[in-house]
Structures are given as structure tokens and as C-alpha cells.
């Protein structure tokens, strides 16, 4: 069997590892850890889920959910939301996924910490057998006017904006790009682009696809693998005067 090198196991853009501290003025809008999984048809019983929303405590406050318009449509599920006001996170549980959303954290050992908390109390009221998609998804805004008055280029890296400020020059009205890599065990997609004048989208989600047995434990490892090349790609794609301001040092 052929040895695997370490080049291989890289992304093709090779993003280097970084140790990253808490970005005060990160673009940050939201943080998403989604698991789906084979049909668990309990969810559809509010008794049930009753059970599932006493496990989470007094934090989480559930909402209105989210039911099917058509409720004989094949596939159709009710989605279950819970809300924690004080850190403004909310899980949502469906027949086959559950998910925690964050508008924004501090500490991501904390989210990680909050998803296996929750992922436990999915498994102990449910009894999820099997994992078909596992995915970790951040949506950055840079929202900024200099984007109009300094260019892409001073906010993203230059090899992702490319060819941006070459010979076409640097007046970009708008863009919208979707690269796609293939990762070990998953996929890595990254969209970004000019969507508004001043407002620019950088859009990570880190997947795996395949099914595989329900393991809250692994599930939370592997999150912690995925948010850490986001991350590392989060700092490659910006650039270096950006991600000074991001880290305090002045506008």
C-alpha cells in the first residue's frame, strides 16, 4: 500500500496551522454545527420532545416550531426550536437532524462543549442508531465603506479575490464565488464575493457525508477537527492589515 504523505492530506490550498485568540471585531454572523441522522420518528411526539427540552435546562426556552404548510406531504417534519436568550444560541431538532446555531461566541470549547451536552440528551430521549451528514458551517460579513473606497484587496487576500485589482482592475461592483475541496473524510466549500457595495461574504462549510453510528463523542471530535481548518482558513483568506484590526489594533 502506498504511503500517504503529509501533502496529501492537505487541502489543495495548503492554509498553514494558526493559534487563533477571540477576535473582538470578527465579522462573525453565524455559527452552525448540524448533524443529520436515519429517521427518529419520536420527534414528531411533543411528549417526547418535552422530555428532549427538560433535558436542556432552564437556559434554553422553546419557541414556536416550525410546522410542515402541507401535513400529509411526504417528508414534511416539524422543527423544534429552543433558544437560550443570554447567549443568543438555538438548538433545532427535527426528525432527522438537530443543530445548534450561534449568532456569535467567545470561546469555542464552550460551543463545543455546549453541542455534546446537547447531543447527550438527544441520544439519552431518542436513541439516534445512525449519522448520515455531519457539516460545520461559519458565515462571515465584512461589512465595511472602505470596501468601496480601498477595494477587496484590502480586506481579503489577494489570492481569493483574484483577478481582482490585476489587469480588470479594482472597481468591482459585485461577485459571487464557490469553491469546492476535497478534505479527509468531507468536503470543504467556501463561498465568497462582493454581495453588496459595501458588505463581503465569506462563507465556510465543512461537511462529511456517509453513514455511520450515532457517537456523540466522535461526533464532537470531529467538530473540533472541522472548526480548526475553518479557522485556518478563516485567517488565510483575509489579509494581514485586516486581521490586525480584527485583533484590536486600530482602524
Given at each position: 500500500?502506498?504511503?500517504?504523505?503529509?501533502?496529501?492530506?492537505?487541502?489543495?490550498?495548503?492554509?498553514?496551522?494558526?493559534?487563533?485568540?477571540?477576535?473582538?471585531?470578527?465579522?462573525?454572523?453565524?455559527?452552525?454545527?448540524?448533524?443529520?441522522?436515519?429517521?427518529?420518528?419520536?420527534v414528531e411526539q411533543a411528549a417526547v420532545v418535552a422530555d428532549?427540552?427538560?433535558?436542556?435546562?432552564?437556559?434554553?426556552?422553546?419557541?414556536?416550531?416550525?410546522?410542515?404548510?402541507?401535513?400529509?406531504?411526504?417528508?414534511?417534519?416539524?422543527?423544534?426550536?429552543?433558544?437560550?436568550?443570554?447567549?443568543?444560541?438555538?438548538?433545532?431538532?427535527?426528525?432527522?437532524?438537530?443543530?445548534?446555531?450561534?449568532?456569535?461566541?467567545?470561546?469555542?470549547?464552550?460551543?463545543a462543549g455546549e453541542l455534546a451536552a446537547i447531543l447527550q440528551t438527544l441520544e439519552g430521549v431518542f436513541e439516534p442508531r445512525q449519522e448520515v451528514r455531519l457539516g460545520v458551517r461559519y458565515v462571515n460579513r465584512i461589512e465595511d465603506d472602505r470596501l468601496q473606497k480601498r477595494g477587496v484587496g484590502f480586506f481579503v487576500n489577494e489570492q481569493l479575490t483574484s483577478p481582482v485589482g490585476g489587469?480588470?482592475?479594482?472597481?468591482?461592483?459585485?461577485?459571487?464565488?464557490?469553491?469546492?475541496?476535497?478534505?479527509?473524510?468531507?468536503?470543504?466549500?467556501?463561498?465568497?464575493?462582493?454581495?453588496?457595495?459595501?458588505?463581503?461574504?465569506i462563507d465556510f462549510d465543512h461537511f462529511s457525508e456517509g453513514e455511520r453510528d450515532f457517537a456523540p463523542k466522535t461526533i464532537v471530535r470531529r467538530v473540533q477537527r472541522f472548526h480548526a481548518l475553518i479557522e485556518r482558513l478563516f485567517v488565510w483568506s483575509i489579509s494581514e492589515r485586516y486581521l490586525k484590526e480584527l485583533r484590536g489594533a486600530g482602524k
Amino acid at each position: 500500500m502506498a504511503r500517504r504523505t503529509k501533502k496529501e492530506n492537505r487541502i489543495p490550498i495548503g492554509v498553514p496551522p494558526v493559534e487563533l485568540e477571540h477576535l473582538p471585531r470578527a465579522p462573525l454572523k453565524l455559527a452552525i454545527a448540524q448533524v443529520r441522522f436515519a429517521p427518529v420518528f419520536a420527534v414528531e411526539q411533543a411528549a417526547v420532545v418535552a422530555d428532549f427540552q427538560a433535558g436542556l435546562g432552564e437556559r434554553y426556552l422553546a419557541q414556536a416550531p416550525v410546522r410542515p404548510m402541507d401535513q400529509g406531504q411526504a417528508g414534511a417534519e416539524s422543527v423544534w426550536l429552543f433558544r437560550d436568550h443570554e447567549k443568543d444560541w438555538t438548538v433545532s431538532l427535527s426528525a432527522t437532524s438537530l443543530a445548534l446555531e450561534a449568532i456569535t461566541y467567545v470561546d469555542f470549547d464552550d460551543f463545543a462543549g455546549e453541542l455534546a451536552a446537547i447531543l447527550q440528551t438527544l441520544e439519552g430521549v431518542f436513541e439516534p442508531r445512525q449519522e448520515v451528514r455531519l457539516g460545520v458551517r461559519y458565515v462571515n460579513r465584512i461589512e465595511d465603506d472602505r470596501l468601496q473606497k480601498r477595494g477587496v484587496g484590502f480586506f481579503v487576500n489577494e489570492q481569493l479575490t483574484s483577478p481582482v485589482g490585476g489587469d480588470l482592475g479594482g472597481d468591482l461592483q459585485s461577485s459571487l464565488c464557490e469553491l469546492r475541496f476535497r478534505e479527509r473524510g468531507g468536503h470543504v466549500t467556501i463561498r465568497h464575493g462582493l454581495v453588496e457595495p459595501s458588505t463581503y461574504l465569506i462563507d465556510f462549510d465543512h461537511f462529511s457525508e456517509g453513514e455511520r453510528d450515532f457517537a456523540p463523542k466522535t461526533i464532537v471530535r470531529r467538530v473540533q477537527r472541522f472548526h480548526a481548518l475553518i479557522e485556518r482558513l478563516f485567517v488565510w483568506s483575509i489579509s494581514e492589515r485586516y486581521l490586525k484590526e480584527l485583533r484590536g489594533a486600530g482602524k
